[in-house]
Nanobody, 124 residues
């Protein structure tokens, strides 16, 4: 069992930055690849970024490339998402999750142990 708690969301203006955090407890955090997803009102949950267990590799949605950076601290058991140049279309609830599958990493079905989410609202 892994418990995840996201934080760092808020209301910002377009062009601003936010850093989301995801604190993990339970199973050994460093054993798992971790991902960030987001879900806007009325839309499906979509992939944002993935980082391997030892930070060797990262993957991003096209919408996040060049603006968002995923990172992790395996000593503190925290996952991060640095979001720069935020746009109104980034408005969503952001979730972190543990990747448990080995298939399409962009599919939320490949993940388990979701946090409760943190709301990000970007005004124009």
């Amino acid at each position: 069992q892994v418990q995840l708690v996201e934080s760092g969301g808020g209301l910002v203006q377009a062009g601003d930055s936010l850093r989301l955090s995801c604190a993990a407890s339970g199973r050994t955090f460093s054993n798992y690849a971790m991902g960030w997803f987001r879900q806007a009102l009325g839309k499906e949950r979509e992939f944002v970024a993935l980082i391997s267990s030892r930070s060797v590799s990262t993957n991003y949605a096209d919408s996040a490339k060049g603006r968002f950076t995923i990172s992790r601290d395996n000593i503190k058991n925290i996952l991060y998402l640095q979001m720069n140049s935020l746009k109104p279309e980034d408005t969503a609830t952001y979730y972190c999750a543990v990747r448990v599958g080995s298939g399409n990493y962009r599919s939320f079905r490949e993940y388990d142990y979701w946090g409760q989410g943190t709301q990000v609202t970007v005004s124009s």
